[in-house]
């Protein structure tokens, strides 16, 4: 085995002693030139005496030209000379910005000494993108990147450092005001206006809400269409109430985005340190607990924590156990309600309105938790427990109401949009044997949606024979116009127009506008909510509208309670504790008619 020592020529396969030095030599200066880390060498005043290609390339300079007077290399001679007094080897992180591109150098500098020379070997290797990379993750760590706002670490951090503070000012800190903001009906705006509309709201509302903020407050996009504030210090609750509603007033003007004049509530519900709480998870539960009073109460305002909030919490968890153990027990009934035609009192179908009863046997309506239910994703399954009690009871249903009626069912919106629950739904009701009997309800914001209901969903159902009804119209998010685009069966016109229609005119109008448009269309239309005779005197007088639903003929009514051919026991009215008094008599369950 061959060693070399320090006398020998290191490369032994030259045989001719000065040709071999030169030629290593031009090796060796290509090899150098070559390499892709970037390395210099400069004398003791800074002069760069080997610089190689990609070194050349990282400072700047024309290949092989003399270096030219550059910031950059001025910085790099300075820096060289500084080296080699301190004579000690140095790793330094180099960031060059020329407006244009970020340049982040590594460069590890040696002095040496050569000869009689001191020498500095530096090298460099270029790690712009790995720098950029760990940018881009610090940003997304701490910044939300469609508002560039501080994320939640960053509010989360800035408020424990209040509260430090406060703790170790024995409670005499600074007093602050944590704001939780939610856009009200955001989803709807999103899948109206599709997601980029939606983005670009976000971000000019985050620009409204900076705009009278000071230094010291901070804002902070936590998800989707959620802010917290931090506002610190504060002197008062009427201060920070003053300013919220100067906020309010501020976020309810028109944004207009891509050429559509975009309104957007806000709720806001605050809470204050020390008073609320004094650590950010009880603030940020109370300013929680605050903003969901605020959209229970109508949405688009701010409210103060309370006491009393928590309670409500906790009703709120109760109810929403029991309503995830009456899912499990299958606890639920329907209730059904005649469509009338108000000219024969025939019937022209029922729809089938789900009651919950509790463990004490009460019966709780649908407006207690069908809300509930969607929002816990429980709706699917109540869907499936309604379909199947109407299979279970349709004999009944046949002999009360007669065998062709059409049978309703309702579906909330977010169902509608939900291609796998629908086709789900579809096959169940085809399992049935009789799909033609039903007819599905759902609310015109399911057809406005940019959703695939209208396109993909609505085809499968027709091709089932399953009518279409428009739930509730008229106090949706769609417009008249849009109704053109709406292909369905039925059209059922909101209790709101529907209630004193004879002495209101301007209902009266809308009316005759909805009727028309959907006369055009080959749409039934349905009145809903009719409970007095003034009002079904008006529907026979001033419209061609052929049906209506409402108290005045029947409420919703258990099948179990029923006796045909008798009159009906105000007990076996299904509607709940605000039923109105019972007035209605099932005239004759045979023959299908309703009589006063
Ligand atoms: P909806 O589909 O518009 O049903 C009509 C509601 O108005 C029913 O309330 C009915 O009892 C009530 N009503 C009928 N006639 C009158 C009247 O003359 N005056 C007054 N004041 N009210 C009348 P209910 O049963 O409490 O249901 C409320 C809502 O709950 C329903 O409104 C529907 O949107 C929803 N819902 C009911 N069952 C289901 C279901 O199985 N699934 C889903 N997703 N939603 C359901
Ligand atoms: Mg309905
Ligand atoms: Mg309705």
Do not use: W
Request: charge should be negative; proline fraction near 4%; glycine fraction near 6%.
């Amino acid at each position: 085995m061959q060693r070399h020592v320090a006398s020998e020529p290191p490369f032994e396969a030259v045989a001719d002693h000065s040709r071999s030095a030169e030629t290593d030599l031009e090796l060796l200066r290509d090899v150098l030139r070559l390499l892709p880390a970037g390395v210099t060498v400069q004398d003791a005043q800074g002069q760069f005496l080997i610089v190689n290609d990609a070194a050349a390339a990282q400072l700047g300079m024309a290949d092989g030209a003399v270096p030219a007077r550059s910031p950059r290399l001025e910085q790099r001679r300075e820096a060289g000379c500084e080296m080699l007094r301190a004579g000690r080897p140095a790793v330094a992180e180099e960031c060059q910005d020329d407006g244009r591109a970020r340049q982040v150098l590594l460069t590890s500098h040696r002095p040496v000494r050569i000869g009689d020379r001191d020498l500095l070997i530096s090298s460099s290797a270029d790690i712009s993108e790995q720098k950029a990379f760990e940018d881009q993750l610090f940003r997304s760590a701490y910044y939300d990147e469609l508002t560039e706002l501080p994320s939640r670490r960053v509010i989360e951090h800035r408020a424990n450092a209040l509260l430090r503070r406060e703790g170790e000012g024995g409670g005499g800190g600074e007093k602050f005001a944590l704001a939780f903001l939610d856009i009200d009906n955001f989803k709807h705006i999103n899948d109206y206006y599709g997601h980029a509309v939606g983005d670009a709201l976000l971000v000019e509302l985050a620009r409204r809400l900076c705009r009278e903020l000071r230094d010291c407050d901070m804002l902070s996009r936590i998800s989707g269409d959620e802010f917290l504030l931090l506002l610190s210090p504060i002197q008062s609750r009427e201060e920070v109430a003053e300013f919220l509603k100067s906020l309010l007033d501020r976020l309810s003007a028109p944004f207009f985005i891509d050429g559509s004049e975009i309104f957007a509530s806000t709720s806001i519900g605050v809470s204050l340190c020390p008073d609320h709480g004094q650590s950010y998870d009880v603030l940020r539960h109370c300013a929680d607990l605050a903003m969901y009073r605020v959209k229970n109460d109508g949405k688009g305002a701010a409210e103060f924590f309370d006491a009393g909030m928590e309670h409500e919490a906790q009703a709120r968890m109760k109810v929403e156990q029991s309503l995830r153990l009456a899912i499990l027990e299958k606890r639920f009934c329907c209730a059904f309600q005649a469509k009338v035609d108000i000219r024969t009192r025939e019937i022209k179908g029922i729809e089938a309105l789900v009651r919950l009863r509790d463990h004490e046997g009460v019966i709780q309506a649908p407006g207690t938790f069908i809300n509930l239910a969607v929002e816990l994703g429980l709706i699917d399954e109540l869907t499936h427990l309604v379909l199947a009690e109407i299979v279970k009871s349709i004999d009944r249903i046949n002999a009360t109401f007669g065998p062709d009626t059409t049978i309703s069912i309702n579906v909330a919106a977010k169902q509608a949009g939900n291609p796998e629950f629908m086709q789900s739904f579809a096959r169940a009701l085809e399992a049935t044997g009789f799909p033609t009997r039903f007819m599905i309800e759902v609310t015109e914001d399911a057809f406005v949606a940019k959703t695939h209901f209208q396109d993909e969903i609505l085809p499968i159902f027709r091709k089932l024979g399953v009518g279409i009804s428009i739930d509730d119209f008229g106090i949706g998010y769609s417009s008249l116009s849009a109704l053109a685009d709406i292909t369905a069966d039925e059209i059922k016109i909101d209790r709101s127009f529907i209630t004193d229609i004879h002495k209101r005119p301007r209902s009266q109008g809308i009316l005759r506008a909805i009727e028309s448009l959907s006369e055009a269309l080959g749409m039934t239309v349905i009145a809903e909510g009719l409970e007095s005779h003034e009002e079904l005197a008006y529907l026979q007088a001033a419209t061609r509208i052929r049906y209506a639903q409402g108290y005045y003929f029947s409420g919703p009514i258990f099948l179990e309670e029923l006796k045909p051919a008798t009159p009906l026991a105000s007990d076996a009215r299904a509607g709940v504790a605000s039923r109105p008094p019972q007035e209605t008599r099932y005239a004759n369950a045979r023959g299908n008619r309703y009589r006063r």
